[in-house]
C-alpha cells in the first residue's frame, strides 16, 4: 500500500512538472473549419496549408509538438458560439484556427476576445473581427471583405464604367464587399444602380439574371466562392451574359473555381491577394511542396491557411510555447514581416493584412496576374479599440 501511495505521487509529481514546461505538452489546435456545403473545398485547402508548413517546419509550432481537434462548423452562424465553446472549455484546446464563414467567424471572435483564446483567422473577411471585436489574442491571415471589394472599385472606374449592378450572397461577406467596391466606384465617379441579393448559401440565380439582363448595366460585380461561386459562372454564361456584360468579382469568384467552371470564367476580371504563379521565390517553393504533398494546384486558401501556422509559429517562437502571453505574441507578430506565396506583407495595429491586391485574368485554369490594383492595402479597422 505504501510503495503504491508512493508510486502515485511520483507519478503526480512528474506530471505536474512536465506540463508546467508548456514546450513539453503538445499544442493543441482546434481546426474549426466547414467540412460540408458550398465552402467544404476552401476548408480542406486551409488545412491542407496549415499542416504543410507545421511539416515543413518539423512537426512543431514554437517549440511545441502539434495536436489537432477538428470541428465541421458547417459555415452555420447558427451553430457557431455553441462550437468555438465546445472546442475550447470541452476539448481544451490551446489555439483556434479558423473559420472560412464570416456569420461564423465573427461570433468566434466575440468568444475569443471574451475568454481570450488565441485565434487565427485563416479566411473570414468579417468587419468586426478586425473593427469592434479586435484584440490583442485576435489575428487574420486572410483580407477583409472590403479589401478586393474596394480594388475592383478602381478598376471598374479606371475601365470607364458608369453604372454597375452587383450580386452577392445576402450576408456580412457580400454586403461587405459589395460595399468596398462602391466606396471606391462611385468616389471615382461610378454609380452602384442596383444590388442583388440572394440567400446564403442558395443558389437560385435565374430570376436575378432575367432582371440583369433587363437593367443592361456596363458591368456587374459579384461576390460568390466555392460552390456557389461555379454555379453562379455557369449560369451567367448559360444566360448568355457573358459576351454582353462584362461580369467582374473578388477573386474567390475565381480562385479554385476555374477547373469546375469548365471554361465559363475564361477571361474573367477579379481583383485578390493571390494569383496563380507570382513571380517570387517564397511562392514557387509553396506551389512545389503543396502539388507534391496534395497532389493539387493550391488556391488563395491554402495560402492562408499556409500563413496562419506561420503567424502563430511567429508569435509562439516570442513565447517559448507559451499561449497565455498575449502582449508578447502580438508584439512579435506586429514587428514581423510574414513572407507569405502573396508576396511579403504585415499586420496592422487591428491585426489585419496589409497587402497588394492584384487585379487578375482568368487563363484556362489559372488566375494570371495581370497588374497591382491596389498597393498596401489596409483595411479600415472600423470601430476597434486596443
Ligand atoms: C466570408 O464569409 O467572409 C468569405 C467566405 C468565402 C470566401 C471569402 C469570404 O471565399
Given at each position: 500500500m505504501k510503495l503504491l501511495q508512493t508510486t502515485l505521487l511520483a507519478a503526480a509529481l512528474c506530471s505536474t512538472s512536465t506540463l508546467s514546461m508548456a514546450e513539453e505538452a503538445a499544442l493543441k489546435i482546434g481546426l474549426m473549419l466547414?467540412?460540408?456545403?458550398?465552402?467544404?473545398?476552401?476548408?480542406?485547402?486551409?488545412?491542407?496549408?496549415?499542416?504543410?508548413?507545421?511539416?515543413?517546419?518539423?512537426?512543431?509550432l514554437g517549440g511545441r509538438d502539434v495536436e489537432y481537434v477538428k470541428l465541421d462548423d458547417e459555415s452555420d452562424p447558427a451553430k457557431a458560439t455553441d462550437n468555438i465553446n465546445k472546442?475550447?472549455?470541452?476539448?481544451?484546446?490551446?489555439?483556434?484556427?479558423?473559420?472560412?464563414?464570416?456569420?461564423?467567424?465573427?461570433?468566434m471572435a466575440k468568444v475569443a476576445k471574451q475568454t481570450g483564446t488565441l485565434l487565427v483567422v485563416p479566411n473570414a473577411g468579417s468587419a468586426m473581427i478586425t473593427g469592434p471585436m479586435c484584440a490583442p489574442n485576435i489575428f487574420r491571415s486572410?483580407?477583409?471583405?472590403?479589401?478586393?471589394?474596394?480594388a475592383m472599385g478602381k478598376v471598374a472606374a479606371e475601365k470607364g464604367y458608369k453604372k454597375v449592378a452587383t450580386i452577392t450572397w445576402k450576408y456580412g461577406a457580400g454586403e461587405e464587399s459589395v460595399g468596398g467596391f462602391k466606396e471606391a466606384f462611385e468616389a471615382d465617379g461610378g454609380e452602384v444602380v442596383k444590388e442583388l441579393y440572394v440567400p446564403f448559401p442558395n443558389v437560385e440565380f435565374q430570376a436575378l439574371l432575367t432582371e440583369i439582363a433587363a437593367l443592361k448595366p456596363d458591368a456587374v460585380y459579384s461576390f460568390f466562392a466555392g460552390a456557389g461561386a461555379v454555379k453562379f459562372v455557369k449560369d451567367y454564361k448559360a444566360a448568355g451574359l457573358m459576351d454582353n456584360i462584362p461580369l467582374l468579382g473578388a477573386g474567390f469568384l475565381t480562385d479554385g473555381t476555374l477547373?469546375?467552371?469548365?471554361?465559363?470564367g475564361e477571361g474573367l476580371l477579379t481583383t485578390l491577394h493571390y494569383a496563380d504563379e507570382l513571380d517570387n521565390e517564397t511562392d514557387k517553393a509553396f506551389r512545389q511542396a503543396y502539388n507534391a504533398a496534395f497532389d493539387m494546384v493550391p488556391d488563395v486558401y491554402a495560402v492562408q491557411g499556409f500563413d496562419a501556422a506561420q503567424i502563430l509559429d511567429i508569435g509562439l517562437k516570442a513565447t517559448g510555447g507559451d499561449v497565455s502571453k498575449t502582449a508578447e505574441i502580438a508584439?512579435?507578430?506586429?514587428?514581423?514581416?510574414i513572407d507569405s506565396?502573396?508576396?511579403?506583407?504585415?499586420?496592422?495595429?487591428a491585426h489585419n493584412p496589409i497587402q497588394d491586391i492584384y487585379l487578375r485574368e482568368a487563363k484556362g485554369e489559372e488566375n494570371v496576374m495581370i497588374g497591382v490594383a491596389v498597393e498596401k492595402l489596409d483595411d479600415p479597422a472600423k470601430g476597434c479599440r486596443l
Amino acid at each position: 500500500m505504501k510503495l503504491l501511495q508512493t508510486t502515485l505521487l511520483a507519478a503526480a509529481l512528474c506530471s505536474t512538472s512536465t506540463l508546467s514546461m508548456a514546450e513539453e505538452a503538445a499544442l493543441k489546435i482546434g481546426l474549426m473549419l466547414p467540412a460540408t456545403g458550398t465552402y467544404a473545398q476552401l476548408g480542406t485547402a486551409i488545412e491542407n496549408g496549415f499542416k504543410l508548413y507545421v511539416n515543413q517546419v518539423g512537426g512543431k509550432l514554437g517549440g511545441r509538438d502539434v495536436e489537432y481537434v477538428k470541428l465541421d462548423d458547417e459555415s452555420d452562424p447558427a451553430k457557431a458560439t455553441d462550437n468555438i465553446n465546445k472546442l475550447i472549455k470541452s476539448d481544451k484546446v490551446d489555439v483556434v484556427i479558423g473559420t472560412v464563414h464570416s456569420g461564423v467567424a465573427a461570433a468566434m471572435a466575440k468568444v475569443a476576445k471574451q475568454t481570450g483564446t488565441l485565434l487565427v483567422v485563416p479566411n473570414a473577411g468579417s468587419a468586426m473581427i478586425t473593427g469592434p471585436m479586435c484584440a490583442p489574442n485576435i489575428f487574420r491571415s486572410s483580407f477583409s471583405n472590403q479589401q478586393p471589394g474596394f480594388a475592383m472599385g478602381k478598376v471598374a472606374a479606371e475601365k470607364g464604367y458608369k453604372k454597375v449592378a452587383t450580386i452577392t450572397w445576402k450576408y456580412g461577406a457580400g454586403e461587405e464587399s459589395v460595399g468596398g467596391f462602391k466606396e471606391a466606384f462611385e468616389a471615382d465617379g461610378g454609380e452602384v444602380v442596383k444590388e442583388l441579393y440572394v440567400p446564403f448559401p442558395n443558389v437560385e440565380f435565374q430570376a436575378l439574371l432575367t432582371e440583369i439582363a433587363a437593367l443592361k448595366p456596363d458591368a456587374v460585380y459579384s461576390f460568390f466562392a466555392g460552390a456557389g461561386a461555379v454555379k453562379f459562372v455557369k449560369d451567367y454564361k448559360a444566360a448568355g451574359l457573358m459576351d454582353n456584360i462584362p461580369l467582374l468579382g473578388a477573386g474567390f469568384l475565381t480562385d479554385g473555381t476555374l477547373k469546375a467552371q469548365g471554361g465559363d470564367g475564361e477571361g474573367l476580371l477579379t481583383t485578390l491577394h493571390y494569383a496563380d504563379e507570382l513571380d517570387n521565390e517564397t511562392d514557387k517553393a509553396f506551389r512545389q511542396a503543396y502539388n507534391a504533398a496534395f497532389d493539387m494546384v493550391p488556391d488563395v486558401y491554402a495560402v492562408q491557411g499556409f500563413d496562419a501556422a506561420q503567424i502563430l509559429d511567429i508569435g509562439l517562437k516570442a513565447t517559448g510555447g507559451d499561449v497565455s502571453k498575449t502582449a508578447e505574441i502580438a508584439a512579435a507578430v506586429e514587428s514581423t514581416e510574414i513572407d507569405s506565396p502573396r508576396g511579403k506583407f504585415t499586420l496592422s495595429k487591428a491585426h489585419n493584412p496589409i497587402q497588394d491586391i492584384y487585379l487578375r485574368e482568368a487563363k484556362g485554369e489559372e488566375n494570371v496576374m495581370i497588374g497591382v490594383a491596389v498597393e498596401k492595402l489596409d483595411d479600415p479597422a472600423k470601430g476597434c479599440r486596443l
